[in-house]
């Protein structure tokens, strides 16, 4: 690399959005576009893995164009295309994965593999377009990340280097999310539902368990998740009303206390083990990332939390916490400058970790050529029959 700011073409579509973005020397977004799944998936109540592959197919080319054209640059000015291997669904990944090998053969860019989670953690370091400098996180630092797939705390004592402290031992806090969302009746996904019901709820006194755990900084939501059922299913059936399969439903204005109460049990979980982890490690800042990390709740406590510590809090503008390109961009560049290339034969790791308890590099061997051109078949052979019909609606978002 010469003097200049190197700029890397990030590629995300490990689960249900499209992503792609030009990122400057790891920090600036140039400009991105995020085409998003959520009505596709929405009748479902979940992702449809063949839907999503589909739909990516179908976004992945107008997404470059709209980032092409909005920054201007072209694909012979990119140091390098850094695309999400893993961990995600096989046949979504294999889109984006099988899109960033044809440009960077195409157009004789470095390739870069990049791990999805460590995406999350590096969208911390993400400058909007027209926004301020402002200092990096200083190590060492504690991360916590909280998406729709995985919940998990990191120490990282410089880039790239993460000491696994705790995990969830069964639901992902996204997950429990989404599925108190819909015992409760409310929308997919049930992350934004229940924040929102929680805000208008009036009482807030409803209290729901919390798995502590010990001492330790794994999490468990799946006793919080059956409590919330027993707590509807008992109030269904003294209002005489049918279960919640059934299609029952509690008054309006008790969803949104039981709505306020299960986030308030995640969210005093996650923050205390945070917290905790922060002072225990004598951290310098406090990292977030994930969908999850959007939630307003959770963000004011763990603030609330490390500015009586006196440390700073990085967390992402909600639009950086859910799934996009621009943090597979600044994870993807410090991989670049670290001297990583990925071959021809990059494949996908669905079940790729950060990093493995202990905090041994995950060293496993990506799944051989044959796997990934199976499955990225399956998906061309979807795409072929059509199954599902029209195109997806993309909801896309520019950064302002
Ligand atoms: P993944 O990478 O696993 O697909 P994302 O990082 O895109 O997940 O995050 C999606 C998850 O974040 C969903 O489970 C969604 O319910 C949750 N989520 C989004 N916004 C909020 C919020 N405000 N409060 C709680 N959860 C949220
Ligand atoms: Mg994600």
Known sequence: ??????????????????????????????????????????PAGGIVPELAAR????????????????TGVTIGEIDAIAVTAGPGLA???????????????????????????????????LLDPGEPERPEPPFPLVALVVSGGHTFLVEM?????????????????????????????LGYPGGPEIAAAAARSRARDAVLPRAWLGKSYDFSFSGLKTALRR????????????????????????????????????????????LRAADETAARAVVMGGGVASNVALRERIATGAAARGLPLFVPRPGLCTDNGAMIGAAGWRRFVAGERAGDDLGARPAWPLVRPGGAPDTRRPPRRGTAARAYEIALAAERDGAGGAPVPAARERTP
């Not at 020397?25 to 959520?38: C, H, K």
């Not at 439903?249 to 008790?254: E, G, H, T, V």
């Open 157 to 185: 004592r410089d880039h790239l280097r993460y000491r696994l402290l705790g995990e969830t031992v069964d639901d992902a806090a996204g997950e429990a999310f989404d599925k108190a969302g819909r015992l409760l009746g």
């Open 231 to 274: 707590q509807v299913e008992l109030e269904l059936a003294a209002a005489d009303r049918p279960a919640a399969e059934a299609g029952g439903r509690l008054d309006p204005a008790r969803v949104t206390e039981l709505a306020w109460g299960f986030q308030e049990a995640v969210v005093d979980v996650l923050a205390t083990k945070t």
């Open 55 to 70: 739909a990516h197919l179908r976004w992945i080319v107008p997404a470059l164009q709209e980032v092409l054209a909005t």
């Open 1 to 42: 690399m010469s003097g200049r700011a190197s700029l890397v073409l990030a590629i995300e579509s490990s689960c249900d959005e499209t992503g792609v973005a030009v990122v400057e020397s790891g920090r600036r977004i140039l400009a991105q576009a995020v085409a998003s799944q959520i009505a596709l998936h929405a």
């Open 91 to 125: 046949g979504s990944l294999l889109v984006g994965i099988a899109f960033a090998k044809t440009l960077a053969w195409a157009y004789r860019r470095p390739l870069v593999g990049v791990n999805h989670l460590e995406g999350h953690l590096y969208a911390a370091w």
